[in-house]
């Protein structure tokens, strides 16, 4: 997945409009939807992390490997990160006993 379909995706899973993403970002309408239509050559790291925030996003999930990145990865590797590191860890070690059944 490429930048604006990360942006896409977050967008439409959390119920916002463009209107409102680009309201809560701080930036305009006419960015975010050149953005999830791949018409942006280059936009500015400022401008990049306000969508990401308002996304509930980081930075790092618009780079991470392709295979990582569809939403419900997504999610979850979220959900991990703003674990403390024992619950993370138990979470992780739980998810592994699962899958290996």
């Known amino acids: ?3 604006g379909e990360i942006v ?3 967008r439409q ?3 916002m409009t463009i209107e409102q993403l680009a309201e809560k970002a701080d930036v305009s309408v006419s960015l975010i939807s050149r953005l999830e239509r791949e018409r942006v050559d280059n936009i500015k790291l400022a401008n990049l992390a306000a969508i990401a925030n308002a996304l509930q996003l980081q930075m790092a999930d618009f780079f991470r490997d392709p295979r990582l990145q569809t939403p ?3 999610e979850l590797l ?3 990160a703003n674990q403390p590191e024992q619950k993370r860890e138990d979470a992780a ?3 592994l006993r699962l899958m290996k059944l």
């Open 1 to 3: 997945m490429n930048i």
């Open 8 to 10: 896409l995706d977050r």
């Open 13 to 15: 899973i959390k119920g």
């Open 72 to 74: 419900k990865v997504v």
């Open 78 to 80: 979220d959900y991990l």
């Open 93 to 95: 070690a739980l998810m």
